[in-house]
């Protein structure tokens, strides 16, 4: 049973445009939510992450908005570029079982130029 | 630079073989992890280890086991394999405390035939 449900399952923007990610989680024990990015043959790499006692979080292009009462997060990318073209994931994790990522089922994003 | 290493890119084996795949991280983490990833289905965690002889099981464990007898490595085990686990297999490592990122290998895409 996936614990974290991640839409859209694909999105095209274009360059210049805003990326919007949306998630959602049940288990309110998760404390940590982190968004990886994976480029094709790669592993997923950490993008940002958030702590339920923020609301928001931006690092350059990239925000983080969490909503703890709706148990819901997202993730903005602004001015999106072709070379953020990649596979987003959402993930959830909580200390009791040693932060072990529970990851939503992927966003592909294709910025077009 | 950190570094997660798989043993193998791709592997391919028959059905009822036993399969080892291998994972090493050289950034002294105590937290090791095996997902599998499956399009349309994320990253689903099958085993997890905090420490050195330490292993957790995670959401699909079934037809897996795993070993971890050094800090550094950490191996998943098909006991008989099954064209049902054709799959990418990604490793992960992460420091233990709270809310810790969590670094990728490049993966290892396994085709049981």
């Known amino acids: 049973q996936q614990q974290v449900k991640q839409s859209p399952q694909s999105l095209i923007v274009q360059k210049g445009g805003i990326s919007i990610i949306n998630c959602a989680y049940e288990n309110t024990a998760f404390d940590y939510f982190p968004w990886y990015q994976q480029f094709p043959g790669k592993g997923p790499a950490l993008l940002i992450a958030?702590?339920?006692?923020?609301s928001e979080k931006k690092e350059g292009r990239f925000t983080i908005s969490f909503n703890k009462s709706a148990k819901q997060f997202s993730l903005h990318i602004m001015d999106s570029q072709p070379g953020d073209s990649a596979t987003y994931f959402c993930?959830?994790?909580?200390?009791?079982?040693?932060?072990?990522?529970?990851f939503g089922k992927g966003t592909s994003l294709l910025v077009t130029p | 630079d950190v570094k997660v290493t798989q043993s193998s890119r791709y592997l391919v084996k028959r059905t009822g073989e036993k399969v080892f795949l291998e994972c090493v991280q050289d950034?002294?983490?105590?937290?090791m992890f095996w997902y599998r990833q499956d399009p349309g289905l994320g990253l689903r965690l099958i085993y997890f280890?905090?420490?050195?002889?330490?292993?957790e099981k995670g959401d699909i464990p079934e037809g897996y086991s795993v070993s971890r007898e050094k800090k550094e490595r950490f191996s998943l085990i098909l006991e008989s394999a099954s064209t049902n686990q054709t799959s990418m297999y990604l490793c992960?490592?992460?420091?233990?405390?709270?809310?810790?990122?969590?670094?990728f290998g490049q993966g290892t895409r396994l085709t049981v035939v």
């Open positions: 992960a490592s992460s420091p233990m405390g709270t809310r810790t990122e969590a670094f």
């Open positions: 958030i702590r339920p006692d923020v």
């Open positions: 950034m002294d983490h105590e937290n």
């Open positions: 280890s905090y420490d050195v002889k330490m292993k």
């Open positions: 993930a959830a994790s909580r200390a009791n079982s040693g932060y072990a990522l529970n």
